[in-house]
């Protein structure tokens, strides 16, 4: 089982609404305004900081696409970003 670094409660409201914690959203890092994602796995639901989230989730999906670019290195990757940005401006 995976270390537990607090466990915070929450009250249900009519609506199916539930304040995030305080603490939980600093755990997040989400301010007023932000957005959470709700991943149901079985009957565990964890919430997550939807920005963080999508990041993750892009990363995965490029997984194997650098290489298949012929990019290696952060080198190549900081090369091929200051051709593509002289490009763009010679238009």
Do not use: C, H
């Not at 970003?81 to 763009?88: A, G, K, L, P, V």
């Amino acid at each position: 089982m995976a270390k537990i670094d607090f466990v915070n409660d929450a009250r249900v409201m009519a609506k199916g609404q539930v304040t995030i914690p305080k603490k939980v959203r600093t755990a997040l890092g989400v301010e007023s305004g932000d957005r959470v994602t709700f991943i149901v796995e079985g009957n565990t639901v964890r919430v997550v900081n939807s920005a963080v989230y999508a990041l993750m989730r892009l990363q995965e999906q490029m997984v194997g696409e650098g290489k298949m670019a012929g990019l290696y290195s952060e080198e190549d990757v900081a090369n091929w970003i200051t051709q593509s940005r002289r490009e763009e401006n010679a238009e």
